[in-house]
C-alpha cells in the first residue's frame, strides 16, 4: 500500500491549488480535505502546528505551503516503494536468513 498522502486546504487557496495540481500532474495518488468543511482535517491542522495551508502529510512526514521539490520527492518514493509492507517482508527475510 502506498504511503497515504493528504492535502489539507480550503477553496480559495492557491497554494492548495497548486499541490494538487502537481500531484495529479504527477500522478501521485492522494487525499484532499477541505477544512472549512470537514472539523476532523482542521483538528489535524491544527495538532500539528500549523496557521497556513496548504498542510501536506505523507506519512510520519508534513510540511506547509506549495513545495515542487518536497512534491516531486513523494512521487519518487510512490515509484520506488510502491508497497513498503512488502519491504518490511523481504527485511524480516533478510535478518532471517543471515541469522
Not at 477553496?11 to 499541490?19: A, D, E, F, R, V
Not at 496557521?51 to 508534513?62: I, N
Amino acid at each position: 500500500m502506498p504511503i497515504p498522502i493528504v492535502v489539507y486546504g480550503q477553496p480559495g487557496c492557491q497554494g492548495c491549488k497548486m499541490t494538487v495540481r502537481h500531484l495529479d500532474k504527477q500522478g501521485t495518488p492522494h487525499q484532499y480535505r477541505d477544512v472549512t468543511l470537514d472539523a476532523d482535517a482542521r483538528a489535524v491542522v491544527e495538532r500539528l502546528g500549523y496557521r497556513a495551508l496548504p498542510v501536506v502529510t505523507a506519512g510520519d512526514m508534513h510540511w506547509h505551503g506549495y513545495s515542487p521539490d518536497r512534491l516531486n520527492r513523494l512521487a519518487n518514493l510512490d515509484a520506488f516503494a510502491p508497497d513498503l509492507t512488502d519491504l518490511d517482508q523481504l527485511a524480516e527475510q533478510y535478518l532471517k536468513e543471515i541469522a
